[in-house]
């Protein structure tokens, strides 16, 4: 399918939109995963060659049950690490984190909470592109405007209601941003 997208549009990137599980490609990786299996495999599907970058998703509330922040951020610290080092030393392509969120359904769910989250994954996002990492952005699961609760799916993040939220955004932006300055 990769092919064929290249094939029709040469001017924009593809990737493949995956949570990043392991698969059979490095069975010895699936430790890595949340404790189950959904049948993808985060090494094989991106080494396809018409594939311009890796990506994961995060979702630990879901992914680690029942665990508390602190179980679920070191989660998030080895997934993103891991596949950092994947994505540069075993594929050989740039990574996103191009999903992630914390659910207001969860239990014990808070706007700090999901700060602190947002805010350790932007940290990690811009440690590595600091370095010259292969991992340059993040894109959180999802913004929407007031009055759009029918579409609700509790990893939203409404603007107008979340102002630290918008701190943390601006901040990850700003610094990104930095990056790019040519002095």
């Known amino acids: ?53 890796t990506t994961i998703h995060l979702y630990p509330d879901q992914w680690v049950p029942g665990s508390n922040d602190e179980v679920q951020a070191e989660f998030v610290h080895k997934w993103i690490q891991t596949h950092i080092d994947d994505s540069k030393s075993v594929i050989g392509k740039p990574i996103m984190v191009t999903e992630f969120g914390k659910s207001s359904r969860s239990s014990g769910y808070n706007v700090e909470a999901r700060d602190n989250y947002f805010s350790n994954i932007f940290n990690s996002v811009y440690s590595c592109a ?54």
């Open 1 to 53: 399918m990769s092919a064929y997208v290249k094939s029709i549009d040469t001017k924009h990137l593809v990737e493949v939109g995956m949570e990043g599980f392991y698969g059979e490609s490095m069975p010895e990786k699936k430790q890595n995963n949340p404790g189950y299996e959904v049948g993808t495999d985060f090494i094989a599907n991106n080494l396809v060659h018409h594939i311009d970058f």
């Open 130 to 183: 600091r370095t010259g990492g292969p991992c340059g952005g993040a894109l959180f699961w999802q913004v929407m405007a007031q009055g759009m609760g029918d579409w609700s799916d509790g990893y939203e993040v409404v603007l107008e209601q979340s102002p630290s939220t918008i701190g943390v955004i601006s901040q990850q932006s700003r610094q990104i941003s930095s990056l790019n300055q040519i002095n």
